[in-house]
């Protein structure tokens, strides 16, 4: 993306010790970020990362390394560092499998714009037919059915919770509980 900027190293230095310090949780990992690639070089980044990590991260996320080789200079940098690799169709990161990326090193591999790219897609195709044909029945393919739809989101459960947790039964329950506490 054209135009990016990054903050200071030490501006991310202090906000990572900070969420050191107030970290509660053994077990919540600070992962450091920097978009230091994509504005001065990959050089930059690691330097920046190193420096990020003896603050107290936990993990190293940099953006958009360019190439294979890249990759493989960011997994040399950091051989006892979890890294993330960010995998986005269209930008300027190599697209390796989760399998090739593992094989590589990597520790945690996402796919951020995968759904919304096949969301908007799909949006914009129903909507065209929507708009051309005044109704969805030419899109039946590409759309969940009311039943399909009700069973992914699990609303047989939802109900059941609404059922047993109702207002009418807690206040029930709640009046049965100050009658029971009454008599003691």
Do not use: C, W
């Not at 090739?100 to 090193?105: E, L, S, T, V």
Request: hydrophobic share 45%.
């Amino acid at each position: 993306m054209a135009g990016k900027k990054v903050e200071t190293p030490e501006v991310l230095i202090e906000k990572i010790k900070m969420a050191v310090k107030t970290r509660q949780d053994p077990n919540f990992l600070i992962m450091s970020r920097t978009d230091a690639r994509a504005v001065y070089d990959l050089s930059t980044a690691i330097k920046r990362s190193q420096a990020y990590l003896r603050a107290g991260a936990d993990l190293v996320f940099i953006e958009a390394p360019a190439s294979i080789d890249e990759l493989k200079a960011e997994l040399a940098a950091f051989p006892e560092t979890p890294l993330m690799l960010n995998v986005i169709e269209g930008g300027t990161t190599p697209i390796l499998s989760i399998e090739q990326a593992q094989k590589m090193g990597f520790k945690i591999i996402v796919h951020p714009a995968a759904l919304t790219y096949a969301q908007t897609y799909a949006t914009d195709k129903v909507l065209s037919i929507l708009k051309k044909t005044g109704k969805t029945s030419a899109a039946k393919d590409m759309m969940l059915s009311f039943s399909e739809f009700n069973n992914l989101i699990g609303l047989s459960t939802v109900n059941q919770l609404e059922e047993q947790y109702s207002h009418e039964k807690m206040q029930v329950l709640l009046s049965k509980m100050i009658i029971s506490a009454a008599k003691d």
